[in-house]
């Protein structure tokens, strides 16, 4: 089972960029995907959750209106996209799967290696 987490980069503040989170090894369709972030010297953070089958997504106070979570079973991928970006939204950003949706890191059996979000100008 591996999660690959790719698309992150650096950009200006108002940019987007759209992260993947590829799975390989297991049926995509029998998992939630959950987005987290960790700042340098902060706390891993909860951003975004996909249901399996897409009935439900959730997000962060800090992200919504501004970052979508979407998934497309067929290619074992989902996707964050990432608009409005600000300084703060600067973290690793990994994803992970697990059988429900959790707004909380421990549950999550399967991680991804993480990518680096920079909004700097």
């Known amino acids: 089972v591996q999660l690959q987490v790719s698309g992150g980069g650096l950009v200006q503040p108002g940019g987007s960029l759209r992260l993947s989170c590829a799975a390989s090894?297991?049926?995509?369709?029998?998992?939630?995907i959950g987005w987290f972030r960790q700042a340098p010297g902060k706390e891993r953070e909860w951003v975004s959750c996909?249901?399996?089958?897409?009935?439900?997504?959730l997000y962060a106070d800090s992200v919504k209106g501004r970052f979508t979570i979407s998934r497309d079973n067929a290619n074992y991928t989902v996707y964050l996209q990432m608009n409005s970006l600000k300084p703060e939204d600067t973290a690793v950003y990994y994803c992970?799967?697990?059988?429900?949706?959790?707004?909380?890191?421990?549950?999550?059996?399967?991680w991804g290696q993480g990518t680096l979000v920079t909004v700097s100008s």
């Open positions: 992970a799967a697990e059988f429900t949706c959790h707004t909380i890191a421990a549950p999550y059996d399967y």
């Open positions: 996909i249901s399996r089958s897409n009935e439900f997504t």
């Open positions: 090894g297991f049926a995509l369709d029998y998992y939630a």
